[in-house]
């Protein structure tokens, strides 16, 4: 019995430092970019040895995995239970409103991502599985049979979402007003933008 509270408690202090340390490295990944935070300023801020941080990561991609792995996954686990393709605006509407959601609840992990102005930073693996993302959130915001006036609202669409849920920095922001009181006035413009597509086919 006490070889396995032991045992449970060795995994919980485990768990618990890479947790602190993901927590650490999107810090200083957004406050210094991910190639300017070497391990050692990581290390450094936890007062970690290198082979410390080496016992929980192999290497800062492996962080940078951590980092983002749940964001990536829940977006895969969302396109895994869309069809093909969607048959009517509502379907699709809700489609994109769980998609935003997903971005919102794992907005640090989108800030990481977002923190660059390109991805050439990011490890093969990681910049196919979002090159794979992009392309099939956009198939999906597309319906059978749009003209290609529509086809290109889709893509305006989908581009105002990314700019309001991902690259938060650069927009431009109404004085006093909050965010969720934007995100509102958002959602009705592209639920409007939508139907409005739908309606001309």
Do not use: C
């Amino acid at each position: 019995m006490k070889t396995e509270q032991r045992s449970a408690k060795a995994s919980g202090e485990k768990q618990g430092s890479r947790e602190k340390i993901l927590e650490v490295a999107t810090d200083l990944f957004l406050e210094h970019g991910y190639a300017g935070t070497p391990l050692s300023a990581i290390a450094a801020q936890l007062d970690f040895t290198k082979a410390a941080l080496y016992y929980h990561f192999k290497s800062k991609a492996d962080i940078l995995s951590g980092i983002l792995s749940p964001l990536l996954d829940a977006i895969d686990d969302l396109l895994e239970q869309a069809p093909e393709q969607f048959p009517d605006a509502q379907r699709r509407w809700e489609f994109l409103y769980s998609y935003s959601q997903v971005l919102l609840s794992h907005s640090r992990a989108v800030a990481v991502l977002a923190s660059s102005s390109n991805n050439t930073w990011l490890p093969d693996e990681i910049k196919e599985r979002i090159e794979y993302h992009r392309r099939r959130t956009m198939e999906l915001a597309m319906l059978p049979d749009m003209s290609d006036e529509d086809q290109v609202k889709a893509i305006l669409v989908m581009d105002m979402l990314h700019r309001e849920m991902v690259f938060t920095d650069d927009r431009m922001v109404v004085p006093g007003m909050k965010s969720a009181r934007r995100r509102e006035i958002v959602y009705g413009f592209i639920r409007e933008a939508l139907d409005g597509a739908a309606a001309t086919r």
